[in-house]
T-cell receptor, first 114, second 111 residues
Framework: GEDVEQSLFLSVREGDSSVINCTYT??????LYWYKQEPGAGLQLLTY?????DMKQDQRLTVLLNKKDKHLSLRIADTQTGDSAIYFC??????????????FGRGTSLIVHP | NAGVTQTPKFRVLKTGQSMTLLCAQD?????MYWYRQDPGMGLRLIHY???????AKGEVPDGYNVSRLKKQNFLLGLESAAPSQTSVYFC??????????FGPGTRLTVT
């Protein structure tokens, strides 16, 4: 089946930039997503990128997509302690029967030190 | 507009007991999903539905059944709970290829 890989942990100092990386295997992926999960809560969409884009910027967040290498990254500028959470990479491709079935990575725990 | 809600929030079952988890959405989304989240495993898809009256198996469907009798509700059933089903269960709703909206989760412990 399709696979999404990401490192499990990242530790940064407050004010630094964080870069979370993700690789995926499905070359037919149409959308790629970054979700954030805070403790005890469900996942919330942070941002997404369509597969024909290379970059998307949204305030402190920058998403880079290298479609050739199937590599996605999320950069958080000026990381704050409130950014501490688990970040999930996900890809969505069109499955038979007319549905989009997303595949999630295992999540990267971002720890921000004061 | 509550988005996606899940009932109950917590539950403890004994092995062999049955229960139903309810997911409700007020966004009129066609697609609904049930996931389980285990430490270090990320999210794994149990079952999903592409519309009222339809269901399909995901990655880890064994031991679970689902029903989508009404568009706004997606039920996940455990007929005979096992300790391996101890997990946090998340429901999500989605329109087409767009964003998934997740519920707050149900924490289930099977003893």
């Amino acid at each position: 089946g399709e696979d999404v890989e990401q490192s499990l942990f990242l530790s940064v100092r407050e004010g630094d930039s964080s870069v979370i990386n993700c690789t995926y295997t499905d070359s037919s992926s149409t959308y790629l997503y970054w979700y954030k999960q805070e403790p005890g809560a469900g996942l919330q969409l942070l941002t997404y990128i369509f597969s024909n884009m290379d970059m998307k910027q949204d305030q402190r967040l920058t998403v880079l997509l290298n479609k050739k290498d199937k590599h996605l990254s999320l950069r958080i500028a000026d990381t704050q302690t409130g950014d501490s959470a688990i970040y999930f990479c996900a890809e969505s491709s069109y499955a038979s029967g007319g549905s989009y079935i997303p595949t999630f990575g295992r999540g990267t725990s971002l720890i921000v030190h004061p | 507009n509550a988005g996606v809600t899940q009932t109950p929030k917590f539950r403890v079952l004994k092995t062999g007991q049955s229960m139903t988890l309810l997911c409700a959405q007020d966004m009129n989304h066609e697609y609904m999903y049930w996931y389980r989240q285990d430490p270090g495993m990320g999210l794994r898809l149990i079952h999903y539905s592409v519309g009222e009256g339809t269901t399909a198996k995901g990655e880890v469907p064994d031991g679970y059944n689902v029903s989508r009798l009404k568009k706004q509700n997606f039920l996940l059933g455990l007929e005979s709970a096992a300790p391996s089903q101890t997990s946090v269960y998340f429901c999500a709703a989605r329109v087409g290829s767009g964003e998934q909206y997740f519920g707050p989760g149900t924490r289930l412990t099977v003893t």
